[in-house]
């Protein structure tokens, strides 16, 4: 009997002991959702993304992130009035040149870093320190890249002119955008600010000062962006594109996936959208050289965690998946990304190498004499300046100089 009673005492006082520890254990593993914000210009954009967000409940099945999308433009200007009503979602999306505006959204994860021991070594050095701002870091890149020249293939056969390949000059871009302009067709389209400084560094001509500062005036950049104009006004190689709200490399990416222009400037993120969208053999070539050769500015974009997340452990798990290695490779071979990974960049280089030619020549060779897209912490305000106010120069109502001019001063203000 008593050792009956003993027995019965131990399992209850077991049971006791136990029950807590498994509460606990519960508690800890609630399900969290966090909310993503991330800007698609495409339905393949957003089942890649989708993915992505998926891969993190794969790893942590109490994660669950919830995927929001906007157009690009749109998501800089939606960003700032979600954070004055402190809204913002726990995971934020950032682009390097926008990160000096930006950054001051989310929060730095220099000591999360340090504490998981992450490992920063496989990742492009330089994209890296995009998307840092005054030596702290605010986001893990998942892509990067130089940018180059989007060419129509089939066009440039068909009028038997020599396809565009690394070391190719402005004379041979000039004289193709020529002979490619008719039949309601246009041999270029311009879009900006980004694609013109490549141009324009090309020519060997600067858009900030030593200080880092805007710096639209100087006399090169004055001479780069009059004969950049002049491909609208003067040669009439490249089509018009009225002041809008859009984003003049968007309206020139359908232009040209539409067949209408031949060649247009854009980064390999946009290798997913122009596959899907375009019905013709797709090129990829460096900017053609100048004065100062074949040179061009790289960008990239990475994921980050909003001040105001009330879920910042969940959202540093969740990021480290959507820039890990499964992420990477995903999205190289969607391609949608050249990976800010190195070990994944090979990938995309696969994907393109399929049906797209020479990108994996136009890339390398870009990416020998690229340097990062500096900006100012007003990057998205010059950004909408270039859009509004170079079509003046465009159609001849005002000089390409005074129109830098313009942009300048409202920039300052």
Partial sequence: MLSWLRTALSSALFAALIVPVWMATSAQAEPVRLTWLMWSGSEPEVVAWKHVAALVTQKYPDITVEFQTTSFPDYWTKLPTLAASGKLPDIVSLQSLRAPGFAGLMEPLDARIKADKFDIDSFEPSIFKGLARDGKQFALPYDFGPLVLFYNHDMFVKDGLPVPKPGW????????????????????????????????????????????ELDLTNAGLKAAFTQYAALVSQQKV???????????????????????????????????????????????????????GSLTLTAGSGFGIATTSKNKDAA??????????????????????????????????????????????????????????????????????????????????????HVLDTIQNLASQ
């Fill in 238 to 292: 490249a089509p018009l594109f009225p002041a809008s709200g859009m984003l003049s490399s968007a309206v020139a990416n359908g232009r040209f996936t539409s067949g209408n222009v031949a060649m247009y400037v854009d980064g390999p993120w946009q290798l997913i959208n122009v596959k899907k969208k375009a019905n013709f053999t797709v090129g990829v070539a460096s900017i053609p050289a100048r004065e100062a």
């Fill in 316 to 401: 540093w798990k969740a990021i480290q998946v959507m820039t890990g290695p499964d992420a990477e490779k995903y999205l190289a071979d969607a391609g949608r990304a050249f990976s800010a990974r190195k070990d994944f960049q090979k990938n995309w280089y696969d994907v393109a190498a399929q049906d797209v030619v020479g990108a994996r020549e136009a890339i390398a060779a870009a990416l020998i004499n690229a340097a990062p897209l500096a900006t100012t912490p007003n990057w998205s305000v010059v950004s909408a300046l270039f859009i509004q106010y170079a079509p003046l120069a465009y159609v001849g109502s005002d000089t390409p100089a």
């Fill in 169 to 212: 000059t402005e004379a041979d871009f000039n004289n193709a955008a020529k002979a490619l302009t008719k039949n309601g067709a246009y041999g270029f389209a311009i879009s900006e600010p980004e694609a013109f400084l490549a141009f324009a560094r090309s020519k060997g001509a600067r858009y900030l000062d030593d200080k880092g």
